[in-house]
């Protein structure tokens, strides 16, 4: 799946989700040590408790991140 991120650095998430569980995330853009971070750490967990713990994080004042794009992208594929 491709998810078109809003209001972050990321232009988009492309992402593979098999039986709940993360099988790849890839951020287009954004700050590349975060983001690569980010998908190391989440690959192999179950969508759902990722977007438990990534939902709502912001990023300074915006209203929304990577981390919480990568939770909406995630809500949408399952």
């Known amino acids: 799946m491709s998810y078109q991120t809003v ?3 990321a232009k988009r998430i492309d992402l ?6 993360i099988k790849d995330v ?3 853009g954004g700050c590349a040590g975060n983001t690569l971070g ?3 750490l989440v690959k192999g967990m179950k969508a759902e408790e990722v977007i438990e713990k990534l939902e ?12 919480d794009q990568l939770a909406k992208a995630l809500k949408e594929t399952l």
């Open 7 to 9: 209001g972050v650095c």
């Open 16 to 21: 593979e989700v098999e039986d709940g569980i």
């Open 26 to 28: 890839k951020f287009v």
């Open 38 to 40: 980010i998908s190391k």
């Open 56 to 67: 709502g994080n912001r990023c300074g004042a915006k209203p929304t991140s990577c981390p």
